[in-house]
């Protein structure tokens, strides 16, 4: 029985798509065809070395450890899956992160989980070709307070085989760096 509602709504669904105008088709097929947003975001795909430095206290030298990340874009060169393993903290760090950029919205999405928290990070933000970096905003939960934090992450391709990451937190109105990783591609 299940199978068998499964396939009418697909065949439902099936039937919507070819009732569509053709100006219609034209905007879902525009949407499905990778730009050249995700064309940049490609030239990161392969693995990574990277130094991480982390600032807890931005009044103190932050603490460094070392990590790798493997960049791989998916679903037809739509999104980047990164995967990274590492240390922090004196302990294993595992995190994974998709980001695409949204033909129909115009801009880039993000997400981002790992092994220190069991919420979901979402970012959105524009690429800047002068800079030729990402810069991407969002909220993610401070578990000590039970409260949104406001991030900001910045992307910049320095060569074909380098870039660097940039985190900060924004609070009432301050931008506080908190880590930054120096990436290496692996030869």
Known sequence: MKKLFLSL???MFCAIG???TPEELKAWQENMTPSQHHKWL???DGEWDATVKMWMDPSQPPSESKSTTINQMIMGGLYQRSTHSGEMMGMPFMGE????YDNAKKK???TWIDNFGSSIMFLEGQYDEKSNSLTLEGNMMDP???KDMV???VLTKLSEDSHKFEMFMLTDGNEIKTMEISYSRKK
């Open 9 to 11: 709504v697909l065949l």
């Open 18 to 20: 070819f009732a569509q």
């Open 42 to 44: 490609a030239t990161m």
């Open 97 to 100: 992160s998709i980001t695409g």
């Open 108 to 110: 880039f999405l993000s």
């Open 144 to 146: 000590a307070t039970g």
């Open 151 to 153: 991030v900001k992450e």
